[in-house]
C-alpha cells in the first residue's frame, strides 16, 4: 500500500512538471530540456500510471523483472529516482536563461550535396542487397542471411540518411514541399533498416522540427503529438507480428500487456538495475564497474583484436533477466543510460546519468543553434529510449559539432542565470 501511496504522490508531482514544461513549449519557449522530458515522462513515468490503473504486468518469462517487480524498496528507490530527476531538470529550466534566438542556418553548396547524397546512399543498397526489397536489414540478421559486417553497413548509412533528412526539413523553407519529397526517402531507410529506433528518431526529428519553425503551435502540437505517438504504436505493433512473429491473437491479454510494457516503458530494467544493486548476489548485470563504459568508448575494436571486449549493455541485462551468464542472444531487452549509469556507477550513477543528459542541454542552449538544439533534443532521446551502440555515429558527429558550436563559450558564462521564468 506504501508503494500505491508513493506511486500516486509521484505521478501528481512529475505531471506537474509535464504541464510546466509543455505550457513553456506552447509558449515557444524552446529549451531542450522541456522537450527531453516530455520523453522521459512517456517512457519512465507513464508506466507507474498504468501500474494503477491497469495493474502489474506478469513478466512470468522474465523472472528478474518479476523479482525487482515485487521489491517494495526497489520500487521507493525507483520512485525516489523520477521524482530527483523532475526536480533536476525543472529546476535547470526555469533557473537558467538560454539564449535562443533560431534562424534558418544556411549551408554551402558542397555541404548541401553531402546531405543529399547521404540520402539517397540506402536506394543504393537495394542494387547490392536486393533481397532487401522483401526482407528488412534487422529481420535478415535475425534469419542468419546477412553477415554482422554488412549489417553494420546497412545500419549506419540508414541511420545518417534519416539523420540528413531530419536536417534538411529542419532548413529547408518550403516546408510542406520539403516534407512530401522526403518522406519516401526516410520511409525507404526505415524498411532496409527495419528497427523500430528509427522510427522513433524520424518521429521526433518530425515534431521538433515542426516546432522549431513554428509549423505548428498552441493545440496544434497537442494533437500532432497525439497522431505521431499513435503512429509509432501502430508500426511497433506491425513490428512485432512481421519481424519478431508475435501474434497478438495468439498471446494471452497478460503476456500481451508484459510484452507492450517492456516494449513502450523501460521502468521495469530500470528497477532491475536498482534491485541489482541491492541485492548482489541474486541480479548480476555487470561483470565489472565501468565494463559498458569500456565498450562505449571502443566499440568499433574488432573480437579478434580484443578477445576480452565487453558485450553490448542490452545483453548483459537480457543475460540477467534469465539469470544467465552474460552471453549473445538473438535480441537484446530495450535499456537507457540512466540504468546503464546505475550498472555501470552504482548510486552514483543516479546522479551521473541524469546530469550528463542535462550538461548537453546547457551546451546546447548558449549558442542559440537551431541545428544543434534540434540534435541534442534527437541524442537526449535517444539515450533516454535505447542504448549508445545504436547511434554511435551519430553522437560522435553530435559530440564534435557541440564543442565547435560552443568553443568559444567561457566556463564562467555556463552558471545558471536566475531569472523569472515560469
Same mark, same amino acid.
Given at each position: 500500500?506504501?508503494?500505491?501511496?508513493?506511486?500516486?504522490?509521484?505521478?501528481?508531482?512529475?505531471?506537474?512538471?509535464?504541464? /510546466?514544461?509543455?505550457?513553456?513549449?506552447?509558449?515557444?519557449?524552446?529549451?531542450?530540456?522541456?522537450?527531453?522530458?516530455?520523453?522521459?515522462?512517456?517512457?519512465?513515468?507513464?508506466?507507474?500510471?498504468?501500474?494503477?490503473?491497469?495493474?502489474?504486468?506478469?513478466?512470468?518469462?522474465?523472472?528478474?523483472?518479476?523479482?525487482?517487480?515485487?521489491?517494495?524498496?526497489?520500487?521507493?528507490?525507483?520512485?525516489?529516482?523520477? !521524482?530527483?530527476?523532475?526536480?533536476?531538470?525543472?529546476?535547470?529550466?526555469?533557473?537558467?536563461?538560454?539564449?535562443?534566438?533560431?534562424?534558418?542556418?544556411?549551408?554551402?553548396?558542397?555541404?548541401?550535396? !553531402?546531405?543529399?547524397?547521404?540520402?539517397?546512399?540506402?536506394?543504393?543498397?537495394?542494387? =547490392?542487397?536486393? +533481397?532487401?526489397?522483401?526482407?528488412?536489414?534487422?529481420?535478415?540478421?535475425?534469419?542468419?542471411?546477412?553477415?554482422? *559486417?554488412?549489417?553494420? /553497413?546497412?545500419?549506419?548509412?540508414?541511420?545518417?540518411?534519416?539523420?540528413?533528412?531530419?536536417?534538411?526539413?529542419?532548413?529547408?523553407? +518550403?516546408?510542406?514541399?520539403?516534407?512530401?519529397?522526403? &518522406?519516401?526517402?526516410?520511409?525507404?531507410?526505415?524498411?532496409?533498416?527495419?528497427?523500430?529506433?528509427?522510427?522513433?528518431?524520424?518521429?521526433?526529428?518530425?515534431?521538433?522540427?515542426?516546432?522549431?519553425?513554428?509549423?505548428?503551435?498552441?493545440?496544434?502540437?497537442?494533437?500532432?503529438?497525439?497522431?505521431? =505517438?499513435?503512429?509509432?504504436?501502430?508500426?511497433?505493433?506491425?513490428?512485432?507480428?512481421?519481424?519478431?512473429?508475435?501474434?497478438?491473437?495468439? *498471446?494471452?491479454?497478460?503476456?500481451?500487456?508484459?510484452?507492450?510494457?517492456?516494449?513502450?516503458?523501460?521502468?521495469? &530494467?530500470?528497477?532491475?538495475?536498482?534491485?541489482?544493486?541491492?541485492?548482489? +548476489?541474486?541480479?548480476?548485470?555487470?561483470?565489472?564497474?565501468?565494463?559498458?563504459?569500456?565498450?562505449?568508448?571502443?566499440? $568499433?575494436?574488432?573480437?579478434?583484436?580484443?578477445?576480452?571486449?565487453?558485450?553490448?549493455?542490452?545483453?548483459? =541485462?537480457?543475460?540477467?533477466?534469465?539469470?544467465?551468464?552474460?552471453?549473445?542472444?538473438?535480441?537484446?531487452?530495450?535499456?537507457?543510460?540512466?540504468?546503464?549509469?546505475?550498472?555501470?556507477?552504482?548510486?552514483?550513477?543516479? /546522479?551521473?546519468?541524469?546530469?550528463?543528459?542535462?550538461?548537453? !542541454?546547457?551546451?546546447?542552449?548558449?549558442?542559440?543553434?537551431?541545428?544543434?538544439?534540434?540534435?541534442?533534443?534527437?541524442?537526449?532521446?535517444?539515450?533516454?529510449?535505447?542504448?549508445?551502440?545504436? $547511434?554511435?555515429?551519430?553522437?560522435?558527429?553530435?559530440?564534435?559539432?557541440?564543442?565547435?558550436? +560552443?568553443?568559444?563559450?567561457?566556463?564562467?558564462?555556463?552558471?545558471?542565470?536566475?531569472?523569472?521564468? *515560469?
Amino acid at each position: 500500500m506504501t508503494v500505491e501511496i508513493l506511486k500516486i504522490a509521484a505521478l501528481m508531482y512529475t505531471t506537474l512538471c509535464l504541464s /510546466v514544461a509543455t505550457f513553456n513549449i506552447i509558449r515557444q519557449n524552446l529549451k531542450s530540456i522541456y522537450f527531453v522530458y516530455i520523453i522521459f515522462y512517456a517512457l519512465f513515468i507513464l508506466p507507474m500510471l498504468f501500474d494503477l490503473t491497469y495493474g502489474l504486468p506478469e513478466y512470468k518469462k522474465y523472472p528478474g523483472l518479476m523479482l525487482s517487480r515485487d521489491d517494495s524498496f526497489a520500487n521507493i528507490i525507483y520512485i525516489a529516482f523520477l !521524482c530527483f530527476i523532475a526536480s533536476l531538470w525543472l529546476v535547470y529550466a526555469r533557473r537558467h536563461k538560454s539564449h535562443l534566438g533560431f534562424s534558418l542556418p544556411s549551408f554551402s553548396i558542397i555541404l548541401s550535396y !553531402c546531405q543529399y547524397t547521404i540520402i539517397i546512399m540506402p536506394a543504393l543498397l537495394l542494387i =547490392v542487397f536486393p +533481397n532487401s526489397l522483401s526482407q528488412t536489414d534487422y529481420d535478415l540478421v535475425v534469419a542468419g542471411e546477412l553477415e554482422s *559486417t554488412t549489417s553494420t /553497413v546497412v545500419n549506419i548509412l540508414t541511420f545518417l540518411s534519416i539523420f540528413a533528412i531530419i536536417l534538411i526539413f529542419l532548413t529547408q523553407r +518550403n516546408s510542406y514541399f520539403s516534407l512530401i519529397s522526403l &518522406v519516401p526517402w526516410s520511409i525507404l531507410s526505415i524498411w532496409l533498416n527495419g528497427k523500430r529506433n528509427k522510427v522513433l528518431i524520424s518521429i521526433m526529428g518530425l515534431a521538433a522540427s515542426l516546432i522549431y519553425k513554428k509549423l505548428i503551435r498552441g493545440n496544434k502540437m497537442v494533437i500532432v503529438g497525439f497522431v505521431l =505517438v499513435f503512429a509509432f504504436i501502430g508500426y511497433s505493433d506491425i513490428y512485432q507480428v512481421s519481424v519478431r512473429a508475435i501474434d497478438s491473437n495468439a *498471446t494471452s491479454p497478460e503476456d500481451g500487456y508484459a510484452g507492450k510494457r517492456i516494449d513502450y516503458g523501460i521502468n521495469s &530494467v530500470t528497477k532491475l538495475a536498482i534491485y541489482a544493486e541491492l541485492h548482489p +548476489n541474486q541480479v548480476k548485470i555487470l561483470e565489472y564497474r565501468g565494463q559498458r563504459a569500456v565498450f562505449t568508448i571502443l566499440p $568499433f575494436i574488432s573480437k579478434s583484436t580484443w578477445p576480452g571486449k565487453p558485450l553490448p549493455y542490452a545483453l548483459y =541485462v537480457t543475460s540477467a533477466i534469465f539469470f544467465a551468464a552474460p552471453q549473445l542472444w538473438g535480441y537484446g531487452i530495450t535499456t537507457s543510460i540512466l540504468e546503464e549509469g546505475i550498472s555501470n556507477f552504482s548510486w552514483i550513477g543516479m /546522479v551521473l546519468a541524469p546530469l550528463l543528459i542535462l550538461v548537453l !542541454c546547457i551546451y546546447d542552449d548558449r549558442p542559440g543553434d537551431l541545428i544543434l538544439s534540434m540534435s541534442t533534443v534527437l541524442v537526449a532521446s535517444l539515450l533516454l529510449a535505447v542504448q549508445i551502440v545504436s $547511434f554511435y555515429p551519430i553522437i560522435v558527429a553530435y559530440l564534435i559539432y557541440l564543442i565547435y558550436k +560552443n568553443r568559444y563559450v567561457s566556463v564562467g558564462s555556463l552558471k545558471m542565470d536566475y531569472t523569472n521564468e *515560469t
